[in-house]
């Protein structure tokens, strides 16, 4: 079974750019969930999606947004870039259920100039 | 409320020896807690994970120690490898269905396991 892919794995934007982040999940998981990964704050919930509805945000400014497609795939998009977004973006997908394990992929690196 | 408070922030341990990192926790509403070590480069990858109605999981050489009366739970690696040498993150999530992808991460242990 493939695990969790996230492209790009690595981008480099300038301040006030946008980005847009894409997570393939594990065949037949229906959720899936973004965090922000950095030296400073660590692993931070930033937003789920479960059957192509955001069900949990993390607090995030609006500049962070996602959706979910119907095949489960997800995107998360940042909008006007600061400096303190440069960070490790993680996707992790799961099965439904209070026992559902997350998967995280390996991660999109972030870097804004 | 929301936070789960790791230690030690960095962590040598010699080849063979144990090595034991603790977390705490406020929100008796978490009834789930994972363990998940994450190599430079790679996402996190879960270790192991504990339920509240029971006090002790163990997985080779992984162990999970769970006192609820005191929240905390603490990850003892025994007989720690070079290969152990990793970040290491515990985490915690409140038992509801609709909150399957949200965890609640410690700072995370830097492990070094010198040969």
């Known amino acids: 079974k493939a695990g969790v892919t996230q492209t790009p794995r690595y981008l480099i934007k300038t301040r006030g750019q946008q980005v847009t982040l894409s997570c393939s999940p594990i065949?037949?998981?229906?959720?899936v969930s973004w965090y922000q990964q950095t030296p400073g704050q660590g692993l931070q919930f930033l937003f789920e999606?479960?059957?192509?509805?955001?069900?949990n945000k993390g607090n995030f400014p609006g500049r962070f947004s996602g959706r979910q497609f119907s095949n489960s795939r997800s995107e998360m998009n940042v909008s006007t870039l600061e400096l303190g977004d440069s960070a490790l973006y993680l996707c992790a997908s799961s099965s439904q259920g209070a026992a559902g394990e997350l998967f995280f992929g390996e991660g999109s690196r972030l870097t804004v100039l | 409320q929301q936070q789960v408070k790791q230690s030690p922030q960095s962590l040598i341990v010699q080849k063979g020896g144990i090595s034991i990192i603790n977390c705490a926790y406020e929100?008796?509403?978490?009834?789930?807690f994972p363990w998940y070590q994450q190599f430079p480069g790679k996402g996190p990858a879960l270790l192991i994970a504990?339920?509240?109605?029971?006090s002790e999981k163990k997985e080779g050489r992984f162990t999970i120690s769970f006192n609820k009366s005191a929240k905390q739970f603490s990850l003892h690696i025994m007989d720690s490898q070079p290969g152990d040498s990793a970040t290491y993150f515990c985490a915690a999530r409140k038992g509801d269905s609709s909150n399957t992808g949200k965890l609640i991460f410690g700072q995370g242990t830097t492990l070094q396991v010198k040969p």
């Open positions: 065949s037949g998981h229906r959720s």
């Open positions: 504990i339920r509240p109605d029971v």
């Open positions: 999606y479960f059957s192509e509805t955001q069900r």
């Open positions: 929100n008796t509403a978490f009834d789930y």
